[in-house]
């Protein structure tokens, strides 16, 4: 069961990831080639497949903090009350990234579920005109709300990555001593590009601009 339930969280955390780096590449255009992005955008809105893709993406959404939370209370009920919180046994600068990381999980999950929801109800559930996702998006940022929490959306990324790719392979009984250093730095970077990523983008759209005459014009 046990094993069951690392893989699941694992898998759904796997599949997270990738949407994240189709997206980061999606959105991009924004900011490299607004036409292009707008186009895509429309292509992508008309293709049937996107809502059971969306549906597949709201199962992971849910599937995958429920599996975290039973397995953290799980381990809780097998450690006994006394048991304290689990700490990184790495020293220095990168033990105590990798302990802040781990106590962040909870904090960094919730927050992008709320984004999640924010971001949806923004951009989806209410979707722009076709040519105007970029100016939606703006107008989105323009707010000191609305571009804290996407800037904070990115950090919450980068944190909850940095912990959970070491995580996973050691759930999975994929971490040894052998290949140790060489799983956490291709964790580390996939977590800062992805999280500095969705970090800076939206500062980097907002400071750009609408273009003259609209992404289309």
């Known amino acids: 069961m046990e094993r069951l339930m690392a893989l699941g969280i694992a898998a759904t955390g796997l599949a997270f990831v ?23 955008a429309i292509g992508l809105h008309a293709w049937p497949g996107l809502v059971p893709l969306e549906l597949a993406l709201a199962v992971v959404a849910l599937a995958h903090p429920a599996l975290s939370l039973h397995r953290v209370l799980a ?5 006994g009350p006394v048991a ?7 020293s220095g600068a990168d033990g105590a990234l990798a302990a802040l990381a781990a106590r962040a999980v909870p904090w960094s999950g919730a927050l992008l579920l709320v984004f999640l929801v924010v971001h949806l109800a923004q951009l989806r559930w209410h ?7 970029l100016a939606a998006l703006l107008a989105v940022l323009g ?12 950090a919450c990324v980068a944190l909850h ?8 392979h050691r759930s999975l009984g994929l971490l040894d001593a052998a290949n140790g250093g060489r799983i956490r730095t291709a964790g580390r970077l ?10 800076l ?8 601009g609408p273009l003259p005459g609209g992404p289309l014009g």
């Open 18 to 40: 990738l949407f994240l780096l189709l997206h980061l590449g999606g959105v991009s255009l924004a900011l490299l080639a607004p036409a292009t992005f707008e186009q895509a």
């Open 75 to 79: 381990n809780r009920r097998a450690r």
């Open 84 to 90: 304290g919180p689990l700490h990184s046994r790495r």
């Open 127 to 133: 979707r722009p005109a076709p040519g105007q996702e």
């Open 143 to 154: 707010s000191p709300f609305g571009l804290a929490l996407y800037v904070l959306a990115g």
């Open 161 to 168: 990555l940095f912990h959970g790719h070491e995580s996973a």
């Open 190 to 199: 996939v977590a800062v590009g992805l999280g500095t990523g969705f970090a």
């Open 201 to 208: 983008l939206p500062v980097a759209l907002l400071l750009r």
